[in-house]
């Protein structure tokens, strides 16, 4: 089968009870249990001369606990739920209501903000990428793309003048490190 055309018997209510009885919908072959880079999923047994697949994990808001907080916009109650770029709160009378709101951690602490070394202008703020890491960049993007993987500390580089420290967890303990990228210079003595 050809995977640059849409089949349309994927779309039918035959299709989708074939695959809730545990039968490809394209084949009529068995579902298996198959493991992949992004997950498990059910995939045909026929595979490779059938290539049907099936998530078994969807990746759209579903909810993970109740917040006890009404919604500001329809009174229903907020739920925290996972969602592709990670956990939000979003309104239980979705898709009537859309309200949402980040989810910020309550275990961080108060961090003070700390300058931009590049452009002087803007500050370093905690952002997560859309697989769920955590760096820091400066709140001036895109005229500014200065960012680091490691929390940023407040110092100077003693072997470069680079005005920003970063810290490092290692087997051996916690290091100051420069935050330069051509420096890399670790505060405790030993250079990299």
């Given at each position: 089968m050809s995977r640059n055309k849409i089949n349309q018997q994927l779309f039918s209510a035959h299709a989708h009870a074939l695959a809730e009885k545990g039968l490809c919908p394209q084949c009529q072959s068995p579902l298996q249990l198959r493991h992949g880079k992004h997950g498990s999923f059910l995939g045909c047994s026929s595979y490779p001369d059938c290539d049907y697949i099936q998530p078994l994990h969807q990746n759209d808001g579903h909810i993970v606990?109740?917040?006890g907080v009404n919604c500001s916009e329809c009174g229903h109650e907020l739920v925290l739920r996972q969602g592709r770029y990670g956990m939000f709160i979003g309104c239980s009378n979705y898709p009537e209501c859309e309200h949402t709101e980040p989810f910020e951690s309550h275990e961080q602490k108060p961090q003070k903000r700390l300058i931009c070394p590049e452009c002087h202008e803007g500050t370093l703020v905690e952002r997560k990428s859309r697989f769920g890491k955590v760096f820091w960049a400066?709140?001036?993007?895109?005229?500014?793309?200065?960012?680091?993987?490691?929390?940023?500390l407040e110092g100077v580089c003693s072997q470069c003048g680079f005005q920003l420290l970063v810290e490092k967890k290692t087997a051996s303990g916690v290091k100051k490190i420069c935050a330069s990228k051509k420096c890399g210079y670790e505060e405790d003595g030993h250079g990299t």
């Open positions: 606990k109740s917040l400066c709140d001036c993007y895109p005229k500014c793309k200065f960012a680091v993987n490691s929390q940023p």
